[in-house]
């Protein structure tokens, strides 16, 4: 086995195309080591680290549409602490009913109330 059917096969492993693979025949071919810079540590680390950031963010993105996609298939369900906060808001709701305000108050806060409690009611049946 050539040191050239070892890239190539690794590259096809890794999901590379023909255009690469004929890149680096023509590159092992042409090439001229006298004319090419020496290796450097730390550019092969800054390299190693551009590929691991490039999967990482792959990985990322997969793992939020993953995400996205679940939290789009079920509805949405209120743990305890959100279950609590809306009751909080239920009672400041009716605490404000009990002042004397206008009749637009008094309607916009009972659309808020009534919209609360069947968030809360859903919420109950849901468990």
């Excluded at 997969?62 to 996205?68: L, S, T």
């Excluded at 808001?89 to 637009?104: C, F, K, M, T």
Aim: aromatic share 4%; charged share 30%.
């Amino acid at each position: 086995m050539t040191y050239f059917d070892l890239v190539s096969s690794h590259i096809k492993r890794n999901g590379g195309d023909s255009a690469l693979i004929a890149a680096v025949a023509d590159y092992l071919e042409n090439a001229h080591p006298q004319n090419e810079p020496p290796w450097s540590q730390e550019f092969d680390d800054i390299c190693q680290a551009a590929v691991a950031y490039a999967n990482s963010k792959q990985e990322r993105l997969r793992k939020h549409k993953k995400r996205v996609a679940a939290a789009k298939a079920k509805p949405a369900e209120l743990n305890s602490r959100h279950r609590q906060s809306l009751a909080q808001e239920r009672h400041a709701i009716r605490q404000a009913l009990r002042q004397p305000n206008s009749v637009s108050a008094h309607r916009s806060m009972l659309a808020r109330l009534e919209e609360l409690e069947k968030l809360i009611i859903n919420s109950k049946r849901n468990r």
